[in-house]
């Protein structure tokens, strides 16, 4: 695997070197010693290595009698939807006082663990980048939300958990959201995966139709459905060649699938991709090769489908509806699952992306236990439901009060798969190995931190039960920037005095993550590029967004410049 000059460390050297400031010893975890992680992770290694490593033998000899029962190594369903609260899925007494219902999930929880405290990244895109490269999304440039049209993407030099999955033999595929960017590097089966039918945006762009225009939505992507505009000057600054749906193989062309603006080819992108995801299982079993999916729904459109005019909740806002939509899907993959006889041999695990959409999205999104949502460092905007079930392997009805983080799931399918050999040593890996978690339940997590980031800069973080809001501390005196999260869950009353205790501990934690940075540089921003190239079936509208639309030598800049240039971070990119 190629490695860039920036990411290239000292390995185990830099480690000690860094302990010994810390005034910690490194000692072994039972991972692959070469995996470079957070610095705060050594702290508990050398506190718990010992424990770690006796827990990852017995594991090891769990997972190879696994493979021995069934002849492959054990498949992995990750499916993950946006801007969900805790509490929304899970527990049916909170769903009987919000008008809808989730049966399916309900039995997963009652069947495998109901994760309490599953940390994402506060928004869409960045969360989506933690979960397929195992880092915080700060390191890889991709920490604020992308919109049509970006220019951008996820660097081809990203490790994902696909290629790492690959290369033991596993058969992935990506269908649904994906969300990192729109360069043609950036592409779902550019990245590793084996098959590939996914969105490079948001649920933005459903609205971005005629229809929508028309009854006043949206202002500016048809100026030919009302009258003219005589000051309107430039015809490049609006986009029209957005995309939907693209879809292609590893090594093969790129197409695009159902080209917009017809809503209801928007609504049909979930359909299409609930079908690809069964008809992937069934050729997988076919082949007896385990299989690595990732199903991210798009949920819905922000745009109502005119093929139904009714609601399936009492609910009837956008998040229950699309709630119940996927616990139908849910309970529809259990039975096909039953039906291959391969349950038994199948990780699946459902979660949120982020808290609800409360500030300035639909309606119907509500904080249900914790303060704040989609964008939020507070735990409303972080902490997001997620359950996980295998059956005979997970034991049932378990509720996990133990801090994981999205990004630990690429260590634990790592690990689940036999790949951990093929995780990159040649830059900080945030996400640490859950296998005891899952397998061995409550109390077993190997990690109790977490840094919370809103685009570039670092906001909170967490450590055990305590929190500290970074973003809001000044210089000199400290404020009430402290909480416990055990007596003040929705960190309504920041504290100084009582946990001043805390204030030096959260300051050499700080220390120890940044010194790391220093030593594995980030990404400042996704990687510049083209928007929506190498398409086989290109319309005339998509090739407009990478061509001039008038004669540029009398630019005083070029193109290139522009498209390298660092784009500054604003709040309103969240």
């Not at 995966?193 to 229809?211: C, H, I, K, L, R």
């Not at 030593?519 to 400042?524: A, I, M, S, T």
Request: with cysteine; glycine share 10%.
């Amino acid at each position: 695997m190629p490695k860039r000059p920036e990411y290239i460390g000292q390995g185990r050297l830099v480690v000690s070197a860094l302990a010994l400031t810390c005034g910690f010893a490194v000692s072994a975890t039972g991972q692959s010693a070469d995996i470079i992680h957070d610095a705060e992770h050594y702290v508990l290694a050398a506190q718990h290595g010992d424990k770690w490593a006796m827990e990852d033998a017995d594991i090891q000899e769990k997972l190879a009698a696994l493979e021995a029962k069934h002849g492959t190594k054990p498949n992995i369903i990750h499916i993950m939807w946006d801007d969900t609260a805790v509490g929304e899925i899970g527990i049916p007494e909170i769903q009987s006082v919000r008008g809808f219902e989730t049966p399916n999930f309900n039995q997963m929880a009652d069947e495998g663990i109901n994760f309490m405290r599953m940390y994402t990244e506060p928004a869409c895109t960045p969360t989506r980048a933690a979960f397929q490269t195992g880092r915080y999304a700060v390191r890889s440039g991709m920490h604020t939300v992308s919109f049509p049209v970006e220019y951008s993407g996820i660097d081809a030099d990203e490790v994902m958990i696909a290629e790492v999955l690959s290369d033991v033999g596993y058969k992935t595929a990506f269908f649904g959201k994906w969300h990192l960017g729109d360069t043609e590097e950036s592409y779902a089966h550019n990245q590793g995966y084996d098959e590939a039918f996914f969105t490079p945006y948001n649920q933005v762009p459903s609205m971005w139709t005629p229809q929508a225009e028309v009854g006043n939505v949206i202002t500016g992507l048809y100026p030919d459905l009302y009258g003219e505009d005589r000051y309107a000057m430039d015809d490049s600054w609006q986009p029209n060649g957005y995309v939907w749906t693209l879809e292609g193989t590893k090594g093969g062309e790129t197409n695009e699938w159902g080209p917009p603006p017809d809503i209801t080819n928007f609504w049909d992108v979930e359909t299409e991709a609930q079908q690809r995801t069964l008809a992937f299982i069934d050729k997988s079993v076919e082949a007896n090769e385990p299989f690595f999916i990732a199903y991210h729904p798009i949920s819905t459109a922000f745009m109502p489908d005119p093929r139904s005019s009714t609601k399936l909740t009492a609910n009837k806002n956008i998040l229950a509806e699309a709630l119940v939509k996927i616990d139908a899907f849910v309970g529809d993959l259990f039975v096909h699952l039953d039906e291959r006889g391969i349950s038994d041999n199948t990780l699946v695990i459902v979660m949120a992306d982020n808290g609800p959409f409360t500030h300035f999205g639909p309606r119907g999104m509500v904080e249900t236990l914790y303060t704040g949502g989609k964008g939020d460092f507070s735990e409303g905007g972080v902490r997001v439901p997620a359950i996980a079930k295998w059956e005979g392997v997970i034991a049932p009805d378990q509720i996990v009060g133990d801090i994981l983080h999205v990004s630990d799931l690429f260590t634990t399918f790592a690990r689940i798969g036999g790949a951990m050999d093929g995780i990159p040593t040649d830059r900080v890996i945030d996400g640490v190995d859950q296998t005891s978690l899952f397998m061995n339940g409550d109390g077993f997590s190997r990690r109790d931190y977490v840094m919370i980031y809103q685009g570039p800069n670092l906001a909170a973080g967490v450590k055990g039960r305590f929190k500290r809001d970074w973003k809001n501390a000044t210089q000199g005196l400290s404020l009430d920037e402290f909480y416990d999260l055990y007596t003040d869950p929705r960190e309504a009353n920041g504290e100084m005095i009582e946990q001043f205790h805390v204030k030096s501990m959260f300051n050499r934690q700080r220390a120890r993550h940044e010194l790391w940075m220093e030593q594995y540089p980030n990404r400042p921003d996704a990687t510049p590029g083209p928007a929506l190239t190498g398409i086989a079936n290109e319309r005339p509208e998509t090739r407009k967004l990478y061509t001039a639309p008038a004669d540029l030598e009398g630019l005083p800049f070029t193109p290139e410049q522009v498209g390298n240039f660092p784009i500054p971070f604003r709040a309103s990119d969240m």
